[in-house]
């Protein structure tokens, strides 16, 4: 059914102010220092001509993953993307970190020492502070925690820590923000030494958080940075919902115990659903639900579950999603295509009505779900989409008083550039267009597929968002229209400053 919506500055209500950070980023340890990661999908199945196949044995990751040499964060198209962003905080984080060893003195020569999977050379990580200096970010990172570091019955020693935070301080790039171990409560998954219990990481935990206090007090204490502990991806309408059998998974509650040091901002990880390379433990999608409420739904939902959670361990405090994007395992077929905008979009509104944060999307530019494209570090639809969003959008997130329905997301915010009035965000998820009325002349941006929604790139009021010569960036500017109605395409997405 075709919706109406009807636009009334004067019934907005003040919600919260929003982080200016809240369009936030990873580059992933195994970006940083070369590693195995997701492979990439082939054209026909990004165009979703051909399909994925079901792969069952997750003994041989060769079936899911393939080696990437470190990506050049000293890359001018890479520096000059990140830094159309504006600010905002970069983790260094991922798997691959719990694993890497700070080869900092050239002490193995490149060679991974006993104990660890990869390492990291003192070069690799001061390009990474260059770039982080260079975009005007500040740093989130997690630490090893591995077999090369300490068993799971010895307290962890943080030597390897210190000089990782030290040499970036030294550098004029300190690390603002800490998360101790990524993503703990998948213990059999993460790398953690053998044996290591929830007990363990408790007590871990409270010795990095009061090593961070003590060395570092400027740095913000960051976690759990768990996922999946809650029902993350709701329904599934019959896709295969929760974690497959097998995979050893703990609670929040477990992993913090009797918890002595605080944290100063509750983080955790989600994803709408687990990819077609992870089908097989369950929680995929099909691409026909990429629109549907039910899907849409997922990433608020998610955010007030660990509301409670914040509140009893970080009153007050901020909750970042510190890994966010379409699907776990690298993302869906159709993650790099338009199709995935609404979602994208959607998820910051319905986040900044739930609470104040930071939203990390994995990643900046590797994967599927990157927001540029491995390699070339072509920017794909979501780049432009946040772009966007961090154009227009201020810090003020307002209560629309218009309930969320299929054909009708709608968000408001202040204007970004400071002028009196509002910025509303109209997603049409149905089939149908959507009419919405405004009450005074207006600016619009309508976003939409090229063509399809499962397009490589996108367009702007009928304009394709594609970069020029010496990369320059296309026209991001809007379109004038006088007091009326326009229409949102179906599966598009529209911004209007009143």
């Known amino acids: 059914m075709a919706q109406f919506v009807k636009l009334a500055p004067e019934n907005l209500k003040e919600l919260r102010k929003i982080d200016k950070r809240l369009v936030s980023y990873n580059v992933e340890m195994t970006e940083v220092t070369g590693g195995t990661f997701w492979k990439a999908y082939t054209e026909a199945q990004v165009d979703g001509t051909e399909e994925f196949p079901v792969i069952k044995d997750w003994s041989n990751m060769g079936n899911l993953q393939q080696w990437y040499d470190p990506i050049d964060t000293t890359n001018p198209r890479l520096i000059k993307l990140a830094k159309e962003l504006g600010t905002a905080w970069i983790r260094v984080s991922g798997t691959w970190a719990n694993k890497t060893y700070y080869d900092f003195d050239n002490k193995y020569e490149g060679k991974v020492p006993e ?17 982080v200096r260079a975009v005007d970010g500040k740093l989130l990172v997690s630490i090893a925690n591995c077999p090369g570091i300490h068993a799971a019955d010895e307290p962890m020693p943080f030597e390897q820590a210190d000089l990782l935070f030290r040499t970036s301080k030294e550098y004029g790039v300190p690390i603002s923000a800490a998360e101790f171990t990524n993503e703990p409560n998948l213990i059999a998954l993460s790398g953690l030494p053998k044996g290591y219990t929830a007990a363990d990481h408790a007590r871990d935990h409270d010795l990095f958080g009061a090593w961070l206090k003590e060395n570092y007090p400027e740095c913000l204490f960051v976690g759990p940075c768990t996922v999946g502990d809650i029902n993350l991806f709701g329904s599934l309408q019959g896709a295969g919902g929760g974690m497959a059998a097998g995979f050893e998974m703990v609670t929040t509650e477990q992993l913090l115990g009797e918890y002595k040091s605080p944290m100063d901002v509750f983080s955790y990880h989600y994803y709408n659903g687990v990819s077609e390379r992870g089908a097989a433990m369950g929680g995929h999608w099909p691409y026909a639900a990429a629109l549907t409420e039910q899907y849409l739904e997922v990433a608020g939902n998610c955010a007030r579950q660990y509301t409670a959670r914040r509140d009893r ?43 104040d944060g930071v939203i990390f999307h994995n990643t900046l530019a590797s994967s599927d779900y990157g927001f540029l494209k491995h390699g070339t570090f072509v920017p794909r639809p979501n780049y432009f989409a946040v772009k966007l969003w961090n154009n227009l959008m201020g810090e003020i997130c307002y209560a629309t008083g218009e309930e969320i329905r299929e054909g009708a997301h709608v968000y408001a915010h202040s204007r970004k550039d400071g002028q009196e009035g509002c910025v509303y965000l109209v997603i049409n998820n149905s089939a149908e267009p959507t009419t919405v009325e405004l009450p005074k002349a207006a600016e619009v941006y309508a976003l939409t597929g090229n063509g399809k929604l499962r397009s490589r790139t996108m367009l702007l009021n009928g304009r394709e968002l594609v970069l020029g010569e010496n990369d320059e960036l296309p026209d991001l500017s809007g379109v004038t229209v006088e007091a009326g109605s326009i229409e949102v395409a179906p599966g598009g997405c529209t911004f209007i400053v009143l």
């Open 313 to 355: 361990y970080v009153p007050g405090g901020q909750m970042w999603v510190t890994e966010s994007g379409d699907a776990g395992c690298g993302g869906n077929t159709w993650a790099s295509t338009y199709v995935d905008v609404p979602r994208t979009l959607n998820e910051l509104g319905d986040f900044c009505t739930v609470t």
């Open 115 to 131: 104990g660890f999977q990869n390492v990291l050379t003192k070069q690799q990580w001061l390009n990474l502070l260059d770039f």
